[in-house]
């Protein structure tokens, strides 16, 4: 079996895959740095750098914060930032189909949505009012034989005159 990729290895050199939060860990002890030494230049809690160091990311608020304290914590220890968060990125790669993924409006989407529905209902309303006016002014126009004698355009004279009629 000499085709094993360790055989060609001495047997002191052992290939391990360091996690980010003992990279972390390490550094800071070459550094000769306490965790509370840390956690007072970054003004990161104590128990947050514990269990970064832990690798326990599940414990913290959430991504954003995850990333932003491990650059915080990377830079105060003399690491690369953003290759510790690239580091971490890739140990927490989730797929498609291991997340139920929803799709979501953005509230900028949602306010023209909401913003176009809205206004097409005051122009179909304004519509209707214009309609509803121009049926009633034809159905109540005045006619012809409907007007008082006095507005009618038979036989019109002014009043001076009819009043001196003998």
Known sequence: MSNAPNATLPADDHVTIETVGTSLRRQREIKRMSLAEVARVTRIPLTTLEAMEHDHFDDLPGEVFAKGFLRSYAQAVGLAPHDIVARYAGSRRVTTSDANVLPVASPVQAAREGRGRSFGVAIALVLLLILFTLALSIVLKPRGRDLP??????????????????
Request: a negative charge; proline letters at 11%.
């Open 149 to 166: 004698p006095e507005l009618s355009h038979g036989d019109w004279r002014p009043a001076a005159e009819a009043s001196f009629e003998v």
